[in-house]
């Protein structure tokens, strides 16, 4: 890129420059004049021109630049060499680059003026107004781009005075080009239709007949290399065509992220915030003055910080407040992302979770990272995410976007790796390995005191700890301001006197221990206590988390509700993501005819280990759960965690058999394609979601033996076994609906290792084996359109498939003509039996119900 400035001696000369990091720069957008009197690019090489009329505008340009602290600047007339060809053509593709990275963008209207005004003119300050709407700048083709592009564009009349920029006057250019307000306020152009932007070229013409489509290609982001001589018509078929492309490229793109995204950290964040009643400045702001952190912040030899401490200390909430501050200071220098491991959900409590959520932000951020995940996607698909060698694949990637050369400094933060409950190890090696290979990305990563965890981080070269058990001054300084902010909201919620927030604050004070867990859970507990006896229950709350954790499941024991609060703990503590009420109420009998309001009461008798948003039950924190595992299942498992495992499966085949049922949501059209579904209101899997995706592995994890004849497992089989035979197809439905088929694939495989030991003479294996089968070979079709489920999944079946045999009454009736099909299930799919997980999308890809019944 060629680029003038003026020298020491205040000549103007050339400068060439990388275009792809170029220096702040000014561009002039303009009309020609005459091209005789244009200042050529070999005139300022050799100095002359000067006497042309066209140099009052460089002079005028460049005089701008300097008043607005700029020192280059740009003119298509001067800065172009056009007798080399190559480099014209590459300067006509680069044009909306170049004038959308400029500092600002000046229009010189040669046909516009605008004197300066004399006393008697005063009250008519836009008589230049006309002519500007009338000016022949608007009717020129380039200027489209050059008006929309930047993101600062001021218009200048002849006299070289200013009438204000794109925004002040962006009611007169709207009511001139039709072009919308939101374009002119800088919104991103894709938002608006292809139709539309080319509407906004109603009017406008090009010396060059084929330079009307090549002014568009940067309007649509597409490359289009100049072919002079092909015609307007041709050059208009290649545009077209590129923007077909490139629509297509960007719906691929849009599947690859919405595939990747497993969560999104940033909401994830807010609901912890938002959990933890808010982010409290005051409270996190001592570590920005810790030595160890700033030691962290500006070394580049330091490149991972390991944050740990016990449960309870505020870990979190600390590492929310690093983030805020790092993206208020780096927002436009740097990438910030990061990610929240939770053990309660099985959403983002795996490596392969925290590697998806992390790759999500940066590309967010830094959108052409992702064609380092196309790479694989577009041969693999979502599979790519979730099969068996997902990690393997994430971990390439997700190198190779650290060693991209365009990716800026970035800042990498993994809160509670304790939390991380599947794959730990691999994770840990993963960021030891990772934080030592690159200076321009710095880590911070959180966890108790884990030995294991801190043995593995030893690995990286380039690692500080902070321990915030070494820093309690400092975290028992944060928790005083925390007290001193929920005593605040306990005396204006309760109308405390002078005297009890005072008692409330010391007793706080001295029993915190430097934890704000046992300060929220105290202040909880206070909240739901009379006002008038507040003093004398202070004394009550024992030290500590575990002794507190304690005293409530004892409060819970000798309330009315005991039983029912012990059996809705004992489920939260065992389910594998956060559920809903409405799941709730569904997989505890005696909450059936509860009304809402009571509901809501009976889960708050469980706040000091359950909390409650948006209608979603929550653990207030892991070590509530750990609690209950560890120190309370005698009381909340009686008969051991594998019978409420059993119960949960068991209960949640009862909700589905009596909800399931074909075309759940009303698709009616066999073709219909998940990414169109919206859900029904109500939602008709609203209470049985849970279920649909997990009653398998509870199932699993009952310990269930298939083998022996012993009443219970009798009837468990016998219930498994009326299941897959009337609702089998209607759960594959379900899980299509619930965009989770691939989890149910895997589920299948645990209920065939639940029956395979019976395979040679037991029926209820033979139908886990077809059923197994079926969902493999025809999982592509199902997971895109669910009712091909009934269609093209029934049809393409063996004639001996159980499953099709069983469902022969959900086939489509219209059909006369059926491919013909072989007795059993091909022996390629056979072959390929025991190594599911990595095959499926294989399987995906190459199935047959590719040639959908779509009627």
Same mark, same amino acid.
């Given at each position: 890129m060629h680029l003038l400035e003026y020298n020491k001696d205040g000549e103007l000369i050339i400068t060439s420059l990388d275009d792809n990091k170029p220096p702040p720069y000014a561009i002039l957008s303009h009309r020609w004049g005459e091209e005789a009197e244009e200042v050529s690019f070999e005139d300022i090489a050799r100095n002359t021109g000067k006497d042309k009329s066209g140099y009052k505008k460089i002079r005028f340009c460049g005089d701008q630049a300097k008043s607005d602290g700029l020192q280059y600047f740009w003119i298509d007339t001067c800065c172009i060499n056009k007798a080399n060809k190559a480099e014209l053509s590459l300067a006509i593709r680069s044009m909306f680059r170049w004038y959308r990275n400029a500092a600002r963008c000046y229009v010189y209207l040669s046909d516009v003026s605008a004197l300066p005004l004399t006393d008697e003119r005063e009250t008519d300050s836009l008589l230049w107004d006309s002519d500007f709407r009338k000016s022949e700048w608007f009717t020129r083709g380039w200027t489209l781009q050059e008006l929309i592009a930047p993101s600062v564009v001021e218009f200048f009349s002849r006299e070289w005075r200013m009438l204000g920029d794109r925004v002040s006057l962006k009611l007169q250019i709207h009511e001139v080009t039709t072009i919308p307000h939101e374009v002119l306020e800088g919104s991103p152009l894709f938002q608006f239709s292809v139709d539309e932007r080319f509407r906004w070229r109603q009017n406008r013409h090009t010396k060059v007949k084929e330079d009307a489509a090549y002014s568009m290609s940067g309007i649509f982001d597409v490359d289009m290399a100049p072919v002079y001589g092909e015609g307007a018509e041709q050059a208009f078929g290649r545009l077209h065509e590129k923007i077909r492309k490139q629509e297509e490229y960007l719906r691929k793109q849009e599947e690859c992220l919405r595939d990747l995204r497993a969560t999104d950290p940033r909401n994830d964040?807010?609901?912890?915030?938002?959990?933890?009643?808010?982010?409290?400045?005051?409270?996190?702001?001592?570590? /920005?003055?810790?030595?160890?952190?700033?030691?962290?912040?500006?070394?580049?030899?330091?490149?991972?910080?390991?944050?740990? =401490?016990?449960?309870?200390? $505020?870990? %979190?909430?600390?590492?929310?407040?690093?983030?805020?501050?790092?993206?208020?200071?780096?927002?436009?220098?740097?990438?910030?992302?990061?990610?929240?491991?939770?053990? %309660?959900?099985?959403?983002?409590?795996?490596? *392969?979770?925290?590697?998806?959520?992390?790759?999500?932000?940066? #590309?967010?951020? &830094?959108?052409?990272?992702?064609?380092?995940?196309?790479?694989?996607?577009?041969?693999?698909?979502?599979?790519?995410?979730?099969?068996? !060698?997902?990690?393997?694949?994430? %971990?390439?990637?997700?190198?190779?976007?650290?060693?991209?050369?365009?990716?800026?400094?970035?800042?990498?933060? +993994?809160?509670?790796?304790?939390?991380?409950? +599947?794959?730990?190890?691999?994770?840990? !090696?993963?960021?030891?390995?990772?934080?030592?290979? @690159?200076?321009?990305?710095?880590?911070?990563? @959180?966890?108790?005191?884990?030995?294991?965890?801190?043995?593995?981080?030893?690995?990286?070269?380039?690692?500080? =700890?902070?321990?915030?058990?070494?820093?309690?001054?400092?975290? @028992?300084?944060?928790?005083? #301001?925390?007290?001193?902010?929920?005593?605040?909201?306990?005396?204006?919620?309760?109308?405390?006197?002078? &005297? *009890?927030?005072?008692?409330?604050?010391?007793?706080? *004070?001295? =029993?915190?221990?430097?934890?704000?867990?046992?300060?929220?859970? #105290?202040?909880?507990?206070?909240?739901? +206590?009379?006002?008038? !006896?507040?003093?004398?229950?202070?004394?009550?709350?024992?030290?500590?988390? $575990?002794? /507190?954790?304690?005293?409530?499941m004892q409060q819970i024991s000798v309330s009315d509700d005991a039983e029912l609060c012990k059996q809705i703990l004992a489920l939260e503590a065992l389910v594998y993501r956060p559920i809903t009420l409405e799941e709730l109420v569904a997989l505890v009998e005696p909450l059936r005819d509860t009304a809402d309001e009571d509901l809501r009461e009976i889960v708050s008798l469980c706040g000091s280990f359950l909390t409650l948003r948006e209608d979603i039950v929550y653990f207030v924190h892991q070590s509530a759960k750990d609690f209950l595992l560890e120190k309370a299942c005698g009381d909340i498992f009686p008969s051991g965690a594998e019978e409420v495992h059993q119960v949960i499966s068991t209960k949640s085949l009862a909700i589905l058999s009596s909800t399931l049922h074909r075309d759940m949501y009303g698709l009616k059209a066999l073709g219909f394609s998940i990414e169109n579904v919206t859900r029904t209101e109500p939602d008709s899997l609203a209470a049985s979601r849970y279920s649909c995706v997990y009653w398998i592995d509870h199932l699993h994890d009952s310990k269930a033996n298939f083998s022996t004849h012993n009443d219970c497992d009798l009837h468990v089989r016998r219930v498994v076994d009326e299941f897959l035979r009337t609702k089998y197809l209607y759960w594959l439905e379900g899980l299509s609906l619930c965009k989770s088929l691939e989890r149910g694939t895997v589920s299948i495989e645990k209920l065939w290792s639940l029956v395979q030991e019976t395979q040679d003479q037991d029926q209820l294996a033979q139908l886990v084996q077809d059923a197994r089968r079926f969902v493999m070979y025809h999982k592509g079709a199902i997971e895109g359109y669910p009712l091909q489920t009934y269609a093209s999944a029934l049809m393409f079946s063996p004639t001996g498939s159980l499953i099709r045999q069983l469902f022969q009454h959900e086939a489509p009736e219209k059909i006369t003509l059926k491919p013909g099909m072989s007795n059993s299930w091909s022996a390629c799919l056979q072959t390929l039996e025991g190594h599911s997980s990595s095959v499926s999308g294989l399987l995906a890809r190459l199935d047959p119900a590719g040639v959908s019944v779509v009627g």
């Open positions: 964040k807010k609901r912890i915030e938002d959990t933890k009643g808010g982010l409290l400045a005051d409270s996190y702001r001592w570590v /920005l003055d810790n030595t160890t952190f700033q030691q962290w912040q500006q070394d580049p030899h330091n490149r991972l910080l390991w944050v740990k =401490g016990d449960p309870g200390k $505020g870990k %979190t909430m600390l590492l929310c407040g690093i983030i805020d501050e790092l993206q208020n200071a780096l927002s436009k220098t740097a990438l910030v992302a990061y990610f929240f491991c939770q053990a %309660t959900d099985t959403r983002i409590n795996s490596a *392969t979770a925290v590697l998806r959520g992390l790759m999500y932000m940066l #590309v967010s951020q &830094q959108p052409l990272l992702v064609s380092h995940i196309r790479t694989k996607y577009d041969h693999a698909g979502k599979a790519l995410f979730e099969d068996a !060698n997902a990690w393997i694949a994430l %971990t390439e990637i997700f190198v190779d976007m650290l060693q991209d050369l365009q990716l800026s400094t970035t800042y990498i933060t +993994i809160d509670a790796l304790d939390e991380c409950v +599947i794959d730990l190890p691999k994770l840990l !090696n993963f960021i030891a390995k990772q934080s030592s290979a @690159s200076s321009r990305i710095k880590w911070i990563v @959180s966890s108790r005191n884990w030995p294991g965890i801190e043995e593995q981080l030893e690995q990286a070269g380039h690692k500080i =700890g902070l321990s915030l058990e070494l820093n309690a001054e400092s975290v @028992s300084a944060a928790v005083g #301001v925390f007290i001193q902010h929920k005593v605040s909201q306990l005396a204006h919620q309760k109308n405390y006197d002078k &005297q *009890t927030q005072d008692a409330v604050f010391a007793r706080l *004070t001295l =029993g915190a221990d430097g934890t704000f867990l046992w300060v929220a859970l #105290v202040c909880q507990d206070l909240g739901n +206590i009379k006002k008038r !006896n507040t003093l004398k229950k202070l004394d009550s709350f024992p030290l500590g988390l $575990g002794p /507190l954790y304690e005293r409530m």
